[in-house]
């Protein structure tokens, strides 16, 4: 195992860089994912529904009535 | 049933003639652009022509897809069209070569007079007409698919723009290609044999695809 | 047992939400165990020295890009013609994620394209090709974005992503062609260097890493869109619709 060389041979800005760029991409689409389970869990909480699992029609666990 | 679906388009297209004539001004305003975008020196223009006239093509006919079935579908006769025994697929093939007609082969026509404005030698200006004439049905029956899967969408061109432009692409390169080879002086038969296999092959498929775009988007 | 109740968006949701830490948590344990090797234990390239290290995630997110399109592309065709709606929420939850790994994709071959070869943008064959299934991933997505109608929506994103699918093949030997005629016989740009083992093994456990990433957030996605989905399905029946 070498210890690395930080600043990549000279390169490190373009190293650096496009990890720094995907790492954002990463962090936001699980960021954002978050927020929106989040507020539609909120949403569905407030409805008075039943929390989960989310009953759809003709489910198997629809009660009939 | 054919004949009378081209037969019919043909007649409203014609009461419309002003559409048909402001997508031909269109794209002679477009490829007129770019000279006084770009410079007025001979061989540059030589060398961009192909793929400006293209561009230009490719464009002009994106705007008018948008007409191909909205007007059907606006007043109730797509609905009908739906539903008669005929294969959708013979209608859908009707729709689209009267569309062609209408508004791709003026562009054809045309290409070869905006290309002298590039200082094209005749035997490029006829291999702009060929390729444009071989090229433009693959752009109609493309686009008829983006057409009728954005029927009566907001967003309107832009929308069919986005769908259709990257699958315009092939027939693009070889389109302009094949110009290209003519402006170099090489053989441009490669490239329109390609072109041509594509027109054939989206002529088979196509028309399937719209007909089942149109009954998703009608339901 | 009846697998089948599983294809109802309602019965799987619970399902998935058990699955995730159990892809998220490997996911982020390979990230680092990819990275670890690529910089501590693969040496440095002969030819392009430390530079060519971008290609362990810019490699990985191309291949997650193009095969997430297939794998949407399958779900969607699926879910259309067996009237699955799981199938269809599936491959609108993919097309996000694959036009991310995409959009990096194409950021570090810009990033990569730089040092190497002088510019940030080069026309060759397969970032051409990538740029092009950015475009169709838009599509995908706006077209979906711009129908109201959950049902259309799928339907009309099938037909757009078979279409898709099927040309992708006819745009990538379309754009070998074009950048072959205007480059002449000269160097093949952004080439690999010469894989040793050390850096192959760091390729496929960032490969291994982004493939169970895109399932864990996929499924999060998913769940998302059952929610919305149900949500406004209640919201009509209220309303008598």
């Not at chain 2, 490669?190 to 998703?216: D, K, M, Q």
């Not at chain 3, 838009?138 to 699918?165: C, E, K, M, W």
Request: glycine share 8%; hydrophobic share 55%.
């Amino acid at each position: 195992m070498n210890w690395p060389d930080l600043s990549m041979g000279g390169y490190g800005f373009y190293v650096w860089g496009s990890y720094i760029a995907s790492l954002i991409f990463f962090v936001w689409e699980v960021v954002s994912l978050k927020q929106r389970k989040k507020a539609l869990t909120q949403q569905q909480q407030q409805s008075s529904k039943p929390v989960s699992p989310p009953v759809l029609r003709g489910s198997i666990n629809e009660t009939t009535s | 049933m054919l004949r009378w679906i081209v037969w019919r388009d043909l007649m409203l297209a014609w009461r419309r003639r002003a559409d048909m004539l402001s997508t031909v001004f269109f794209f002679v305003i477009v490829v007129s652009l770019f000279p006084l975008g770009i410079g007025p020196e001979t061989q540059l223009l030589r060398t961009i022509a192909p793929g400006v006239v293209w561009v230009a093509a490719l464009l002009a006919s994106m705007l008018s897809l948008g007409r191909l079935f909205a007007n059907d579908y606006q007043d109730g006769t797509l609905e009908q069209l739906l539903l008669t025994p005929q294969p959708l697929f013979l209608v859908v093939l009707g729709k689209t070569f009267a569309h062609w007609i209408v508004a791709e082969l003026p562009l054809v026509l045309i290409a070869p007079l905006v290309g002298v404005q590039f200082d094209l030698s005749r035997e490029t200006l006829w291999i702009l007409f060929l390729s444009l004439l071989v090229g433009t049905p693959v752009l109609s029956l493309i686009g008829s698919v983006g057409a009728a899967l954005t029927l009566g969408l907001r967003g309107g061109g832009v929308l069919i723009s986005l769908l259709v432009l990257p699958l315009y692409i092939p027939a693009l390169i070889f389109g302009a290609g094949a110009v290209e080879a003519s402006v170099m002086g090489t053989s441009p038969s490669a490239h329109l044999s390609l072109l041509g296999a594509f027109a054939i092959v989206s002529l088979l498929f196509s028309p399937w695809a719209t007909a089942a775009a149109l009954r998703i988007s009608l339901e | 047992m009846n697998i089948y109740k599983y294809a109802s968006p309602a019965m799987f949701y619970p399902i998935a939400g058990k699955l995730i830490p159990w892809f998220a948590i490997p996911a982020a344990l390979l990230f680092a165990t990819g990275l670890f090797v690529g910089f501590f234990i693969a040496p440095t390239d002969f030819q392009q020295g430390d530079a060519y290290r971008i290609i362990f995630i810019h490699v990985p997110a191309a291949w997650m890009g193009m095969f997430l399109y297939v794998l949407m592309a399958i779900y969607a065709g699926i879910g259309w013609a067996f009237n699955a709606r799981l199938s269809s929420m599936m491959a609108s939850s993919l097309a996000i994620t694959g036009a991310m790994f995409t959009a990096i994709s194409l950021i570090t071959g810009a990033f990569w394209g730089k040092p190497t070869w002088g510019t940030w943008w080069v026309w060759d064959a397969r970032m051409t090709s990538t740029l092009i299934l950015l475009f169709l991933y838009i599509g995908f997505i706006s077209l979906q974005a711009a129908i109201d109608d959950a049902r259309r929506a799928d339907r009309a994103g099938a037909v757009l992503a078979l279409v898709g699918v099927i040309n992708v093949p006819i745009i990538y030997f379309s754009v070998q062609w074009w950048n072959t005629l205007h480059q002449g016989a000269t160097i093949r740009l952004l080439q690999k260097p010469t894989i040793r083992g050390s850096m192959l093994a760091a390729l496929l456990i960032m490969l291994a890493a982004c493939w169970l990433y895109s399932v864990a957030v996929v499924l999060i996605r998913l769940r998302c869109i059952i929610l919305e989905r149900e949500q406004s399905a209640s919201r009509f029946a209220e309303v008598g619709v």
